[in-house]
């Protein structure tokens, strides 16, 4: 028996057979050509095999795992279209005289390395996919097949780190769980892992030569925990315990259409996050109320240009329609230095968190945000949207907004287009907002509180910086009185006030922003019910000592 623990990234209990997926590495012999453009004509045949490939695993991903997810497969496209990483690859080659393999490796190490120096987490993930995409060609150039990836029974797959094409390749029905050595909670795996509601860990110091296929396992998601080889005692605890989840789970389901209200009969809105088109049909299937945050920059990324006024339309469109007459809350661009997009061509940053992003880009980049907002006033005739302006700091920022959305209007108005201004609130995610949140309660329709950004602007902790975990407390009682700061000056105005940050799913907190007055909570698709559950729970008239009093 042997325990270790990670990094969860996702819950729940599985326990089963363990295959061994080994780190294959993309080792490449280098040697001296003598010829340049016969190997070039070989790097570029590999590169037109490998975008066929990904052609094929994009198309099979769209079907089994959404279009969110198969998006990964549009940036290895874009990857291989880079003119930066194809002409470092064909340099070396012209100038060192080596071979393509050796040239696809160095290339790949090179800009594995650079993402993974980025101070985003999500970023630093797409260091994984550049080692995918070059991994790929070597084994293109080298005549080899993919690994094969099928799976005879229900297995814990247990890797030094999983590709997004390796985990396309599975068989969703037969993955039991993941554990991983490398990796980060924004990695493909995880992401998998957390569609498929399936127990995930990163980070786990295994030895893969101690670990076999056959062995059996325990992951517990919850816990952050696997075991090898454990005791029977062991087994059949876990056995219990994944017998009590998957009732809990089934109680959940019950939830489906019944009010998110406390049992002193007051309603909470209980709204999902998403972040593409592709997350709406989660949304739908775990019975959200409404979209909270739709985060709309997914139209930004991964491309070399920006998005059209049309295309924007067309998408915002599409999601007001799928969720018929439900609230729809789509956040304004919040793209930055943190959270790179090739169009915008930002210069890398020393502190990110607090630099040109999100509504500073739009107020100092008109164009941009208008043709945002006439997609956004177009598609609001469409179904009930709202708008949400990120990182505001000040009143003057959202008078500027609003004299822009007048301009966008008389835009839309003169070219004879249908359009309606509507519904208009900002998110509360710094101090300053929240210390004047009393004014800017006066201007805007609703506020929605990001707590991930206000918790490390109020703390001073940068919440990326692993070193700094212990000192990050979410539930620090300086950030639930700001919570309780800024609903008390909505309903003062007659305004609503939810949050979209991660302690909206924290159901340890429930209760208390329950009794703080909270009008919506916006989570996950997959913590919909759970927090339907705690709000069913809890009365907001009960007298307890609170922890932010």
């Not at 816990?223 to 090898?228: D, H, L, Q, S």
């Not at 996050?273 to 990324?301: P, Q, T």
């Amino acid at each position: 028996m042997k325990t270790y623990t990670g990094r969860s990234v996702c819950g729940g209990i599985a326990v089963g057979k363990v295959i061994v997926i080994g780190n294959r590495g993309h080792q490449a012999e280098r040697y001296r050509i003598e010829a340049v453009d016969p190997e070039m004509g070989r790097m570029d045949r590999a590169v037109q095999t490998a975008r066929e490939q990904i052609r094929e695993l994009y198309e099979r991903a769209l079907k089994e795992v959404g279009e969110a997810n198969a998006a990964i497969f549009e940036a290895h496209r874009i990857m291989l279209e880079d003119e930066d990483y194809l002409g470092a690859m064909r340099e070396m080659i012209r100038a060192e005289l080596v071979n393509a393999e050796y040239a696809a490796a160095v290339t790949g190490d090179h800009f594995a390395e650079m993402f993974a120096g980025m101070e985003d987490d999500y970023m630093k993930a797409r260091s994984e996919d550049v080692k995918d995409i070059s991994r790929r060609l070597i084994r293109i150039l080298q005549g080899r097949e993919e690994a094969e990836f099928s799976f005879v029974e229900p297995s814990v797959v247990v890797a030094e780190d999983l590709s997004p094409s390796e985990t396309v390749q599975m068989d969703q029905e037969k993955i039991l769980a993941f554990v991983t050595v490398h990796g980060s909670a924004n990695s493909h795996a995880a992401i998998l892992a957390r569609t498929m509601n399936i127990p995930a860990l990163t980070g786990v110091p295994v030895d893969l030569n101690e670990i076999h296929t056959g062995m059996t396992a325990i992951v517990d998601g919850s816990a952050g925990e696997v075991i090898f080889e454990p005791t029977e005692a062991q087994r059949g605890r876990a056995e219990i315990r994944k017998r009590e989840e998957q009732e809990r789970i089934r109680l959940l389901q019950e939830l489906k259409g019944k009010k998110s209200e406390t049992t002193d009969g007051r309603a909470i809105r209980i709204y999902a996050n998403i972040g593409s088109i592709g997350d709406v049909s989660h949304a739908l299937e775990n019975d959200a109320e409404g979209i909270g945050l739709f985060r709309s920059e997914f139209l930004y990324l991964g491309r070399n240009d920006l998005p059209s006024e049309e295309e924007q339309f067309l998408a915002y469109r599409q999601v007001l329609q799928a969720m018929g007459q439900k609230h729809v809350i789509i956040r304004t661009l919040d793209i930055g230095a943190d959270k790179q997009a090739e169009c915008f061509q930002l210069e890398r940053e020393e502190n990110p968190a607090m630099g040109y992003r999100a509504i500073r880009i739009c107020l100092k980049q008109p164009e941009l945000f208008k043709t945002q907002l006439r997609a956004l006033l177009r598609a609001a005739v469409y179904g009930n949207l709202s708008i949400m302006y990120p990182m505001i700091i000040s009143v003057e920022e959202v008078r500027q907004i609003y004299r822009f959305v007048e301009e966008a209007a008389q835009e839309l108005k003169q070219a004879g287009i249908p359009y309606r201004i509507p519904e208009q609130g900002i998110m509360v995610e710094t101090p300053a907002a929240v210390m004047i949140s009393d004014e800017l309660a006066e201007l805007v329709d609703f506020f929605s509180i990001g707590t991930n950004d206000l918790t490390q602007y109020t703390l001073a902790i940068d919440r990326q910086n692993q070193r700094l975990e212990d000192f990050c407390d979410p539930h620090h009682r300086a950030i639930l009185r700001m919570i309780r700061m800024v609903i008390d000056n909505a309903h003062k105005c007659g305004k609503w006030a939810g949050i979209c940050g991660e302690l909206a799913a924290d159901t340890e907190l429930t209760g208390e922003l329950i009794r703080m007055g909270v009008d919506e909570l916006s989570v996950a698709p997959s913590m919909i019910l759970e927090v339907r559950k705690r709000v069913r729970e809890n009365r907001q008239s009960a007298v307890v000592k609170a922890r932010w009093q």
